[in-house]
Each structure stands twice: as C-alpha cells, then as structure tokens.
C-alpha cells in the first residue's frame, strides 16, 4: 500500500533526461543511442520547445534493459522490434545466467526506478545466496551506490525511490550483522566505536564497517547516524575503548570536515582513528597523522586483520 502510494506520486512528477544523462545512466553511448533511434527507432525522443530531445522512465527502463541483453549476444535489431513482454521475458532468462557485475548492477537501477520490490530482493538475495553477503557488497552495492549517486547528482531518482532500496539494502545488512559469525579470536580484541557526524545520514558503508569488524572477532559500539561531536564525547567518557571509525560523505563543508578532522586527532589521537567518505576522496586535506584514512573496504579489512 505505502510503495503504491508513492509510485502514485512519483506518477505526478515524471523525471526528464538528456541523451548525456541516458550515457551515465546506461553505459551506451550518446553517438551509439542516436544510430540507434534513426536506424531502429529504439526509442522516440521527446522535443522541447526549442526542438531539444528528452526522454522520460520509460525509455530509461527499456534502454537499461537493452543494454543488458545487447551485452549479452542479442542484436540490436532483434531488440528493436521485441515488445515490452519479450524485453522483460528475455531479462528474466539473462538475469538467471548474468555473471558480470555491471549487469547485476543495472538490474537493481531497474527494480529501483520501478520501486519493484518483490524483484529487488529476489535479486539481491539471489547474489547474497551465490556470491555470499561480502562480495555481494564490495563488487555489487558499492558500485551499485556509486550508480546511484551519479542519478542523484543529475536529478534522475527520487528521494522516495533512494529511501526505497536504501532501507531495503539496510535490512539485509543488519540480518548479516546479527548472524555474523567471526573468522577468529584475536588475542587482544579490540573495542571501535562507529558514527556518522551531525547531518550525516549514509548509513550503508558504516554498517557494513561494523560488519566487517566484527567478523575479524572485535568489538562495536554502533551510534549509527548524525551523532553530535558532544555526544561522542561523552561515549568515549565512558566506555572503553581502542578506536574511532567514521564515513563523511556530504554532510559537512570542507571547512567543517578539516574542523572534524582536527579535532578528532586533538580529543583521541591516543586511539586508532579510521575515516573513510566521498569527501576524503575528492578533497584536498590535511589529514592529520593520528588518523587513518581508507578509501575502500577491503582496506578497512586488511587494516583491522
């Protein structure tokens, strides 16, 4: 009822692309997209006022879709003259012998644009149950995220549609927390506190640093989302512990992340500091020498082993 509710909404409010967004969207290209509508008619472009062509869901649904099943051997004439039945027939066999993660990747955009539940999970539980939850992550939804955030960045998804697969990835992430079972025992466990800063609400990459680190047989003190510095304070008064682990990936401007940083080394360079984060990687900082800074997971892994 509530995911009818907001595709109802989403129906008010259809999204317009350009042909440069449909390139990032669907990895096919601009030049090769416009040989494709004058030779097949692929897809018919709307034309602004001022005779500028766009495109709406639809064709960036039949274009992700037929970009999976021209990668996988079917000609691009053939595609041309399937219906929409035959695209999503042929997508559904493809989808059960798909081994390369981009098409994995861009089957989940597709269940995402629709807010297609029941196929997103069948989906990701598909590639949990082949691939095992950790590689899922690091060769799946990490890439599948940065997907997301280029949607974002252009104005292709909705609020509704990132809170949609966003929740449902957490949910499976905290099932595999809870079920985590470690693949060692340390000889001196250690205790990391997790947080996000203030404003800070990406939560996917912390759960699954909590993840991570309790399957090499250490402790967490999960705080999850916008934790206020004060706050963190105070927990770190009061528990016991070995190291600070944090992501910033938008939240806070590059005077305010350098502030954190600083101040993060001055209140607990005695502690091991891990920091990782959009920001990080495309800002030039001055990254003080108490805090470890690492950019992909794996890292954080080979870190903490």
């Known amino acids: ?5 907001i595709q109802k909404l989403l129906a008010l409010a259809p999204a317009n692309y350009t042909i440069k967004d449909l390139e990032q969207l669907t990895g096919i290209k601009a030049h090769t997209l416009r040989i494709w509508e004058k030779r097949y008619n692929i897809v018919t472009p709307f034309r602004t006022d001022t005779n500028i062509r766009y495109y709406n869901d ?6 992700l879709n037929v970009s999976i099943l021209n990668r996988h051997g079917i000609k691009i004439s053939m595609l041309a003259n399937m219906t929409h039945k035959e695209l999503v ?5 493809v989808s059960n012998k798909i081994t390369d993660a981009g098409s994995h990747i ?3 955009v597709v269940s995402m644009i629709d807010m297609n539940e029941a196929k997103f999970e069948k989906d990701l539980n598909k590639l949990i149950i082949s691939q095992g939850f950790e590689d899922t992550f690091t060769r799946i ?4 995220f940065d997907k997301i955030g280029v949607l974002w960045q252009i104005g292709a998804i909705h609020p509704a549609q990132e809170h949609f697969m966003t929740n449902l990835i957490r949910q ?11 693949i060692s025992t340390p000889a001196q466990p250690k205790t990391f506190i997790l947080y996000l800063p203030e404003k800070e609400l990406h939560e996917i990459g ?4 909590s993840y991570i680190i309790q399957k090499a047989g250490h402790k967490v003190i999960y705080l999850g989302q916008m934790v206020p510095y004060a706050d963190l304070g105070k927990v770190a008064a009061t528990i016991p512990f070995d190291g600070l682990l944090t992501i910033i990936t938008s939240s806070l401007s590059l005077q305010n992340v350098q502030e954190h940083l600083n101040q993060l080394a001055d209140d607990f360079g005695n ?3 891990l920091i990782s984060g959009l920001q990080l990687k495309t800002n030039h900082l001055d990254i003080p020498t108490e805090i470890t800074v690492f950019d992909q997971m794996l890292t954080l892994k080979n870190i903490i082993q």
């Open 58 to 63: 639809a064709d960036v649904k039949k274009l």
């Open 106 to 108: 861009e089957n989940l």
């Open 271 to 273: 502690k091991q500091i």
């Open 1 to 5: 009822m509530f995911f009818a509710l």
């Open 141 to 144: 939804i990490i890439p599948f």
């Open 89 to 93: 027939d042929n997508i559904i066999a």
């Open 206 to 209: 912390l759960l699954f640093a």
């Open 172 to 182: 499976k992430m905290i099932v595999a927390i809870d079920g985590v079972i470690p």
